[in-house]
């Protein structure tokens, strides 16, 4: 199927983006080889992997969390994988060793 | 006069993206993090008009855009003399009662170290010298990296680029790095910082500051860049955070001419701890490693001699 491109006509003036924030339409999860995987056990909820990742995808949440242990949290860090390239800077940040970057199955 | 803001934590880093995802920067790109944690610190109310360079590129290929602020793009020379008119079209509009006159709009002009320190430093000192209430921000990844790693003004010593290769006669940059803030400072402005992505509570306070005060403000940030220095890209905070814990970068603030490090370092670590991480510093001898050490000696001392006062310390190994 050919999509359908629109005219020169049609398009705004001076190649204006009317609309914020639109690369979310293009997801970028296939650069990646190596895929984050968030412990919630381990996780001490520093917000440093939130901080630090370029695509801004740690995604923090109000969700709350128990351990097994007993230990109660308010947030919980989850990763939204569409963007996620796998970079690895959670990883190697994250102080209590939480995220495991494990080889990508696709 | 300086003023004393509370110096933000973790959390006070809104949780909020104003940069969205989907752009195409690199894997683990220094100037990604940047971005994402400048455009909250400058708040909704904001102009941004970028030079061209990799943030530009990789942000708004047609037809969609990273950005949520109003985005103006602008050639690779001229950032600071279209925010220059940006600004006084606001100034104009308000006169003519379009915008409210209290409405506090900043406009904010990025650009590389290409686009900042060589080509754009004219319209860049021309802006400074006219005193627009602009806030000018250089990403400095050390060379022209969108066009494939050409060398800049910026270009640390030694280090390897396409433009300065390595090889029996040449031995990578042979110039020292040129000093932006030494020049931006020369124009006298109100306030101007350096900032990194490791330091990010530091880089949002400081963003803060030059939004809120009046007139030509400037930050210089620090921006590793994975294919570039050779870098893991899993390493990019890391490497960001060497320069600070090694005094090849210092983190510090001029408000109203007074000198302060907001990035204390009591034990420097060896430069090779930074210089070992990267591949585009792979070909340097031990003596080449220990003529870097002394530079970096040299300029801890002069920040020291400005400070008044031992605020980074000496090589501990
Ligand atoms: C006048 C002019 N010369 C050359 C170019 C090609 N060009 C576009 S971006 C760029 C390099 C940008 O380097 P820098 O400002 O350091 O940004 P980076 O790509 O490193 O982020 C060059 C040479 C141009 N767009 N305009
Ligand atoms: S691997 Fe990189 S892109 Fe993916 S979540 Fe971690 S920091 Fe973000
Ligand atoms: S860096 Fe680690 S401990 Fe901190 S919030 Fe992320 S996963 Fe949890
Ligand atoms: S080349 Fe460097 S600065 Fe440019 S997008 Fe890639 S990592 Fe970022
Ligand atoms: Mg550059």
Redesign the interface.
């Known amino acids: 199927m050919t999509a359908q491109l629109p005219g020169w006509k049609s398009l705004p003036p001076g190649a204006v983006i009317t609309r914020p924030g639109s690369t979310v339409e293009y997801k970028t999860h296939d650069w990646r080889t190596l895929r984050p995987v968030i412990d919630q056990e381990r996780c001490i909820r520093c917000r440093l992997c939130w901080l630090y990742c370029p695509e801004g995808t740690i995604i923090e949440l109000d969700k709350p969390y128990t351990t097994k242990a007993g230990r109660k949290y308010t947030r919980t860090y989850e990763i939204n994988y569409d963007y996620c390239k796998g970079c690895g800077i959670c990883a190697q940040e994250c102080p209590a060793k939480a995220i495991k970057m494990i080889e990508e199955v696709r | 006069m300086s003023t004393k803001p509370k110096i933000p934590t973790?959390?006070d880093?809104p949780?909020e993206?104003l940069?969205?995802?989907?752009?195409?920067?690199c894997?683990?790109?220094?100037a990604?993090?940047l971005m994402?944690?400048i455009t909250k610190a400058l708040g909704k109310d904001a102009i941004i008009v970028e030079a061209t360079g990799c943030v530009e590129v990789t942000?708004?290929?047609?037809?969609?855009?990273?950005?949520?602020?109003p985005w103006l793009h602008i050639a690779f020379e001229n950032a600071a003399a279209g925010a220059s008119g940006v600004e006084a079209a606001i100034k104009a509009l308000k006169r003519k009662g379009v915008i409210p006159k209290d409405k506090k709009v900043k406009v904010v002009a990025i650009g590389g170290d290409g686009g900042t320190f060589d080509i754009g430093l004219q319209a860049l000192s021309g802006m400074l010298e006219r005193g627009h209430n602009v806030l000018y921000i250089v990403y400095d990844n050390e060379a022209y990296m969108n066009t494939g790693i050409q060398r800049s003004g910026a270009t640390p010593y030694k280090a390897w680029t396409t433009t300065t290769p390595v090889g029996k006669v040449w031995r990578g940059e042979w110039r020292p790095k040129k000093d932006i803030m030494g020049i931006v400072l020369a124009h006298r402005v109100p306030y101007a910082a350096t900032v990194n992505?490791a330091y990010?509570t530091d880089l949002y306070m400081k963003v803060r500051k030059a939004v809120e005060i009046e007139g030509p403000t400037f930050i210089h940030a620090f921006s590793p860049c994975t294919p570039g220095w050779r870098i893991?890209?899993?390493?990019?905070?890391?490497v960001a955070r060497l320069a600070v814990q090694t005094g090849v970068w210092i983190n510090y603030e001029v408000e109203n001419g007074e000198f302060r490090v907001t990035t204390p370092v009591s034990r420097r670590k060896p430069v090779r701890d930074y210089l070992k991480l990267q591949g585009r510093f792979r070909h340097l001898t031990e003596e080449e490693i220990a003529e870097i050490q002394r530079m970096v000696d040299e300029e801890v001392e002069r920040i020291n001699r400005l400070v008044g006062k031992t605020v980074i310390g000496p090589v501990v190994k």
Do not use: N, S
């Not at chain 2, 894997?27 to 220094?30: E, I, T």
């Open positions: 973790i959390w880093i949780r993206e940069f969205a995802p989907g752009h195409r920067m894997q683990g790109c220094g990604a993090i994402r944690h942000t708004t290929v047609y037809p969609q855009t990273a950005w949520k602020h992505p990010i893991d890209p899993a390493l990019t905070v890391t």
